[in-house]
């Protein structure tokens, strides 16, 4: 689904991405951890073209990735995004949230657009909440409706940068749930997050970056019962002991 070959980005001085090689196949799901700095939400951002590379190539579903115009629009609508901060519309109810992108983008007519938004809430356990706006939820509410929302395109692909880390810790799981259950559907999926148990739960491969590289690749089970290098036993050291 997702080819990253070669591919290196700066910020001024910073050298952000280096050299990164990755692939994400249909419907596996892809973790990525590691210290902050370490270039994984750079890395998640450039897969729909948020950051563009300085060097190297980037693929989605076969395709190179678009400069700008109406394909990057079609690309992005393919590759669903679920941020840090929620990033839903104050100024819309939850319902209109969910159903922006299909009308405007995908030309979905209303009643079904409103058909498959209630689906989706119902299956984020937010069927209750169509007329609400963002404002009146919790934390963990606003992001069960931005997931809701990434799906309302029908994604190839689910990309979620940090999905849980603003959020109070009894909310965590109500959104990683969600989360676990659409990787067990078979979504494919690349997420960012400090979630190690989510990461050993959900993920097919856990990719573990530092200092903008790819240290080291490994199944769950390989990665946290036996990480190969130095750089990740002293990672897991200090965040697998509390």
Same mark, same amino acid.
């Given at each position: ?7 290196? !980005?700066? $910020?001024?001085?910073?050298? *952000?991405? !280096? ?21 994984? %939400? #750079? ?11 300085? %060097? ?27 941020? &840090?901060?929620?990033?839903?519309? *104050? ?7 969910? #159903?922006?992108?299909?009308? !405007? ?13 209630? &689906? ?8 209750? !909440? *169509? ?9 963990? &509410? ?9 799906? *309302? ?34 979504? #494919? ?33 390989? $990665? ?8 990740? &036993?002293? $990672?897991? %050291?200090?965040?697998? #002991?509390?």
């Amino acid at each position: 689904m997702v080819t990253i070959s070669g591919v290196n !980005k700066h $910020f001024g001085e910073l050298h *952000a991405l !280096k050299d990164i090689d990755l692939t994400v196949g249909d419907g596996e799901v892809v973790v990525l951890i590691g210290p902050s700095g370490s270039g994984k %939400s #750079t890395l998640c951002r450039t897969i729909n073209r948020l950051e563009v590379v300085d %060097s190297g190539t980037i693929t989605v579903d076969g395709k190179p990735l678009p400069a700008e115009g109406r394909a990057l629009a079609n690309l992005r609508a393919d590759v669903g995004m679920v941020f &840090q901060h929620f990033n839903l519309f *104050a100024h819309l109810t939850v319902m209109q949230n969910i #159903t922006l992108g299909p009308l !405007k983008v995908r030309r979905t007519p209303k009643a079904e657009a409103n058909e498959r938004a209630r &689906q989706l809430l119902d299956r984020v356990g937010l069927a209750d !909440k *169509a007329d609400v706006y963002p404002s009146q939820l919790s934390g963990g &509410q606003q992001q069960r409706v931005a997931i809701a929302r990434g799906l *309302a395109m029908d994604p190839k692909l689910m990309m979620f940068d940090e999905p849980t880390s603003a959020l109070d810790p009894e909310m965590i799981n109500e959104v990683l749930d969600v989360m676990q259950d659409l990787a067990r559907e078979g979504m #494919t999926m690349v997420v960012v997050t400090h979630e190690m148990g989510f990461a050993r739960r959900a993920a097919n491969r856990v990719v573990f970056m530092a200092e903008g590289q790819i240290v080291e690749t490994a199944t769950p089970d390989e $990665f946290f019962d036996d990480p190969k290098t130095a750089r990740a &036993q002293d $990672f897991l %050291s200090k965040v697998m #002991t509390h």
